[in-house]
């Protein structure tokens, strides 16, 4: 599904600050399934992971998505693929403050031009799945941690993705937070969705609903 | 030819002599308004920009162009209907070229030009007019002018050398 | 030099132009020489960041290209008082050896500038640079013409001087002098000329017409689009002048760009400048359609290039017609000049 062949990542190359964050990764990841990339803070983990989501580019490499080569595609048809294949979840929830909540959730759409009334039917129906369609009109600041969490996952569904990336998610959430996170990433595996996770949280690592761990160090995979 | 004069005009005969009068001094006037959109029939260029060398010719029907300068005047005199289609220059009623000194109208018949002088107008070297010798001797030695002509004297040749000059 | 506020903006164009355009030139060998989708190696994913930014800076240099044109043309009018004998541009560009093979070079160059343009855009229409070897070797070819403009272009300024005695416009484009193109474009007959315009017109409207609903034909159109254009360029000298100007031996086709006139030489050659490169650009494009990244959107570009056209020179056409018609001007069939 998301194959990486010989995938280089270097920052500042030529200069003596040359720090080369990935080496030479070769990775395939399955379809449907939950892969977790896991590692010590500096691994690469999260550059592995833009990379993966369209959000930057390799050194040197190619990426395939679903057979089609992503790392050559001009700016805008890459950006049409990142937008309408993968739903992004971050360390922190990002949710941009003095919008409401429903507008925030509504927000990676727009681009796509769809009926504003339809979208809106589709953002109460994500917030009403993870429990918070009563905060849709509120602002994001009033928000507590787990809400915004919810609701950062519900915009990143609303261009109904088939790929979810998540950056440490569980990284700013209790234990009991952390396991309902963890349930809702098994109803996307139910639903036909792949899931890639970068996490140095046993509690997401060693979930049984987890396919497969990568381990990475220094910027390679470990076998 | 004797004209026999009817007795049933005669009551009219003075008015007759003014109107006349009126109309014929009205075309003596060499003050017509130049206005913006007239051009130099010989080069197309607009005269308003140049009101120092400004010549006019007018026609016997009442038609009249200006010029940017006594050269262009003397080209279309020369050859009027390649630049006036249907009109001749025996059609030609009066002339009049500005005087480089005072800057106003003067009749082109009587008036002395000179040529060969280092003053250029907007179309190259030109034929300086002025109104009396003394003017036009003046100019002569103050800038170099190679001699002083009438206006019968002026040829197709001499406006060519003037062209050719560098 | 003279150091008037036009000739600068024309010098430092120019300038910035060929020095982007040679920056570009050295990226764009490396392309031709090592790009391959293909492979993933280092060399080939800095080439394609690269492209991005330099296909940009090229679009805004061709762009500063097409308005540099105008530019040189305003400028020779802007600096007509400066010169003895000269009424408009005409005058100016004829101070010196240069101004009229510049003003050659510029219109030479507008349409290869306007060509890549077009290349350039339905490149960006594809997912896999499919046109991109195609559109270095085109800027390897226009570079050396836009060094060559630049380097023309400052001998014009540098060696003009305020001293010099230049021809009017009416003599230049008067059917008196023996040599030079201007009389033998202004000697040209007026009206067979007219009726020979309006029917290259017509032939060119008409397969443009057909290109657009058939899709057929595309090579045609373009090649009659640039016979189009010579001919509107002719007939501009040899009769529409005479219509603009209501006097019947004055050719110039500098002088319509006056304020007098309205400005009316601006719109008269935008309109058929940029007929002839939308024209042109449909048969450069048209070899490509079958490219598998453009299938779906190069045959739309194509027809609507031809379609910006057709409209254009009609829209010359008519504009040209009502200068004829509203014109006290009534040129008699015996009247040669």
């Known amino acids: 599904m998301i194959e990486l062949l010989n995938v280089k990542k270097v920052f500042n190359a030529g200069n003596p600050s040359e720090f080369s964050a990935l080496n030479s990764v070769n990775l395939h990841i399955g379809e449907n399934k939950v892969t977790v990339l896991k590692g010590p803070s500096g691994s690469g983990k999260t550059t592995l992971l833009s990379i993966i989501g369209c959000m930057s580019r390799p050194s040197a490499g190619r990426v395939r998505l679903q057979g089609r080569e992503i790392t050559s595609l001009p700016e805008r048809f890459l950006t049409d693929i990142r937008r309408k294949t993968f739903g992004f979840i971050f360390q922190q929830p990002n949710l941009i403050k003095g919008i409401s909540v429903l507008d925030n959730v509504m927000l990676p759409a727009y681009p796509l031009g769809e009926k504003r009334s339809h979208l809106k039917n589709k953002a109460m129906k994500g917030l009403a799945e993870l ?93 | 030819m004797r004209t026999k004069i009817s007795p049933k005009i005669m009551p009219w005969m003075p008015l007759l002599i003014l109107l006349i009068s009126m109309s014929t001094s009205y075309a003596d006037e060499p003050e017509i308004t130049i206005k913006k959109t007239d051009r130099c029939p010989v080069c197309g260029m607009f005269v308003y920009k140049y009101p120092k060398w400004v010549a006019q ?87 170099k002018g190679k001699s002083i002509i009438r206006f019968k004297d002026v040829t197709p040749a001499i406006i060519e050398s003037l062209d050719h000059r560098t | 030099m003279i150091l008037h506020p036009t000739v600068i903006a024309n010098m430092l164009a120019a300038y910035i132009s060929s020095g982007m355009v040679l920056y570009a030139v050295f990226y764009g060998v490396q392309i031709l020489r090592y790009w391959d989708i293909e492979n993933g190696h280092e060399l080939q994913l800095v080439l394609e960041r690269k492209t991005y930014l330099i296909s940009t800076l090229l679009a805004y240099v061709f762009g500063l290209q097409l308005l540099s044109l105008f530019l ?154 640039l016979l189009m254009f010579i001919i509107s360029l002719v007939s501009i000298v040899s009769f529409i002048s005479l219509y603009i100007y209501e006097l019947p031996t004055h050719h110039c086709p500098f002088c319509i760009i006056m304020e007098e006139y309205h400005y009316l030489g601006y ?57 004829i018609i509203f014109s006290s001007l009534v040129i008699a069939y015996e009247v040669v000049y």
């Not at chain 2, 280092?118 to 300086?128: F, I, S």
């Not at chain 3, 004829?94 to 077009?118: E, H, M, R, S």
């Not at chain 3, 010099?164 to 002098?177: A, K, N, Q």
Request: include cysteine; hydrophobic fraction near 45%; charged fraction near 20%.
């Open chain 1, 131 to 223: 429990n918070i369609s009563n905060k849709a009109a509120s602002k994001v600041e009033w928000l507590s941690g787990g809400e915004a969490q919810r609701a950062s996952i519900v915009r990143a569904l609303i261009n109904d993705p088939h790929i979810i990336i998540a950056d440490e998610p569980t990284a700013h959430l209790d234990t009991k937070l952390s396991y309902r996170f963890m349930e809702i990433i098994e109803k996307f595996k139910a639903e036909g969705k792949t899931v890639i996770i970068t996490s140095h949280d046993p509690l997401v690592y060693e979930s049984s609903m987890v396919d497969r761990v990568v381990n990475l160090r220094d910027g390679q995979i470990e076998v």
């Open chain 2, 57 to 143: 010719i007018i026609f016997k029907d009442g038609s009249y162009y200006f010029y940017d300068g006594a050269k262009d005047m003397f080209k279309h005199i020369f050859d009027t209907a390649k630049y006036t289609p249907g009109q001749a220059a025996a059609n030609i009623k009066d002339i009049y070229v500005t005087d480089y000194y005072e800057v106003e109208l003067v009749d082109a018949k009587s008036a002395f030009f000179v040529i060969g002088s280092d003053v250029l107008g907007p179309m190259g070297h030109e034929l300086l007019p002025f109104k009396d010798q003394e003017s036009a001797q003046e100019f002569l030695e103050d800038h």
């Open chain 3, 72 to 225: 040189y043309i305003f400028t020779a009018d802007s600096l007509t008082p400066l010169f003895v004998g000269a009424m408009c541009a005409a005058g100016t560009l004829n101070v010196d050896a240069f101004g009229y093979p510049t003003l050659v070079l510029k219109i030479f160059n507008f349409i290869l500038a306007g060509i890549w343009l077009v290349l350039n855009y339905a490149d960006n229409q594809g997912y896999d640079y499919p046109l991109i070897k195609k559109k270095y070797l085109l800027l390897a070819f226009v570079a050396p013409f836009i060094i060559l403009e630049t380097i023309l272009e400052s001998a014009y300024f540098l060696s003009m001087e305020a001293d010099v005695i230049t021809s009017c416009c009416g003599s230049l484009f008067s059917s008196e002098r023996k040599t030079g193109i201007g009389s033998e474009l202004a000697s040209m007959p007026a009206l067979p000329m007219m009726w020979f315009f309006y029917g290259a017109m017509f032939c060119t409207l008409a397969s443009g017409i057909f290109f657009y609903i058939r899709g057929l034909g595309g090579y045609l159109y373009a090649a009659l689009s």
């Open chain 3, 267 to 323: 719109l008269l050659y935008i309109l058929l400048f940029g007929a002839v490169v939308s024209g042109i650009g449909v048969g450069a494009l048209s070899p490509y359609r079958q490219v598998e990244s453009l299938q779906s959107v190069l045959s739309g570009f194509i027809r609507k290039l031809a379609l910006a056209s057709v409209i254009l020179y009609a829209a010359f056409t008519a504009l040209v017609t009502y200068e």
